[in-house]
């Protein structure tokens, strides 16, 4: 018997299938109800199954090569390109690779602009996602919060006059586009006329663009977010907006900027670019095969639907005597803390006093109403 068919005869006991079949009826169950996350269910990758059966593997820089052979990286490099159009970035001056998500991006291009500037200051927001936090302390990154607005936007007084104090310093401005709780987007027009004014040299963006990223290029009048904009890195998360069996994302830089700091190794033929070591080479297979398979048409349906969806939610709620509202460009719905009861049963994420509903494709209409009637009846005094 060969070596890879040694342990055919071994099978699950009966109850391990059984926890396997209760596992596969609860994902069932909860799918449909899964309207207070941004993850897109309206995807078929079952042509992409057979490529579970190999060991494969995208180890170090896609745009390098690996000894490692039953990897992906020409897929990675596509899917890098499409986004890199999506971001605008130069052609030929970017770099990039497909992460486990956006937390990895973020953290990716946090490290970026410490190793660029190791004195600087990260100024990122209330608002800002968990993982910012998290990253900075790790990276033992020198970094100020600043206050957010009601509407979930950096409060810029509080970034001028922080940043006023610190001027001999380099900022690193984490911007979020598309905060988690508002889907607000930090106006980086500001953020740079604050830097001008301050008469600051030098400085580095980050965008943390995790669900925006996929909105902001198919809408026709997008804040300044990317690239074109003057960001120097953006993270965007693949199983959000485009939606994924598994997590992964995407980060992209200037490249520039990454080949000041690129480290060779020999150990596996590769430049030891990326924060991983060994990484998905399905993942970036699932994004090449969203992206072909969609078009930029096919994401701009996506992405008019769920806006439109946004609108008629907001309309929903306000009908039933919900105070809703949403920011530009925003599929993001935002309205008070739902009763406890309503939070548990439409997997609603609340934070403090708001909730949020987050409308992709999936997230019907009648899912909407359904939503909205349950929620009016929650408020309403028992007879
Ligand atoms: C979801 C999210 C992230 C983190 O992305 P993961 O893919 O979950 O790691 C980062 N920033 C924002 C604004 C997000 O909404």
């Known amino acids: 018997m060969s070596p890879l068919t040694q342990n ?22 909860l799918g449909p109800r899964c309207i207070g996350y941004p993850c897109n ?16 593997n995208n180890v170090g820089d896609p745009f390098q090569g690996s000894l490692y052979r039953q990897n992906t990286h020409d897929f990675e490099r596509e899917v890098l390109a499409k986004f890199a159009e999506f971001t605008r970035a130069d052609p030929g ?23 660029l500037h190791p004195e600087g200051i990260v100024y990122f927001s209330e608002q800002s996602h968990y993982s910012v936090p998290k990253i900075l302390r790790l990276q033992h990154t020198r970094n100020i919060m600043i206050r957010s607005q009601g509407n979930g936007e950096m409060d810029y007084d509080d970034l001028r006059e922080t940043l006023k104090l610190h001027r ?3 900022p690193i401005i984490f911007a979020n586009i598309g905060t988690t709780m508002h889907g607000a987007i ?45 960001v120097d890195s953006i993270s965007i998360s693949g199983h959000k907006l485009i939606g994924a069996p598994l997590p992964c994302g995407v980060v992209l830089a200037r490249e520039a900027h990454v080949d000041r700091i690129a480290r060779s190794v020999e150990y596996v033929g590769v430049n030891d670019t990326t924060i991983g070591g060994s990484r998905s080479a399905f993942s970036p297979l699932v994004l090449w095969y969203a992206l072909r398979r969609l078009g930029d048409g096919g994401l701009k349906e996506i ?33 008070p803390r739902p009763p406890e009861a309503l939070i548990e049963r439409w997997e609603i994420a609340p934070d403090r006093d708001i909730g949020h509903i987050i409308t992709l494709p999936h997230v019907t209409t009648d899912a909407i109403d359904a939503f909205a009637d349950d929620f009016a009846s929650a408020l309403a005094p028992s007879p």
């Open 93 to 115: 001056a970017y770099w990039g690779y497909v992460t486990s998500g956006g937390t990895e991006g973020n953290m990716y291009g946090l490290y970026l602009a410490r190793e």
């Open 41 to 56: 269910r309206d995807w078929d990758y079952s042509e992409l199954y057979r490529f579970l059966s190999f060991n494969a």
């Open 186 to 230: 930090d106006d980086l027009d500001r953020i740079k006329a604050i830097l001008a004014e301050l008469a600051i040299p030098s400085h580095y963006i980050h965008a943390d663009a995790a669900l925006s990223g996929m909105i902001l290029p198919f809408v026709g009048d997008p804040q300044p977010w990317c690239f074109a904009d003057g």
């Open 303 to 335: 992405v008019d639907r769920s806006l439109t969806s946004a609108g008629y939610a907001v309309a929903a709620l306000r009908d039933r005597g919900i105070d809703a509202w949403r920011g530009e460009n925003s599929i993001t719905v935002v309205f």
């Open 8 to 29: 055919a005869g071994r099978r699950l006991s009966a109850a391990d299938h059984r926890r396997l079949d209760e596992l596969f009826a609860r994902f069932e169950e």
């Open 168 to 170: 001999d310093v380099p």
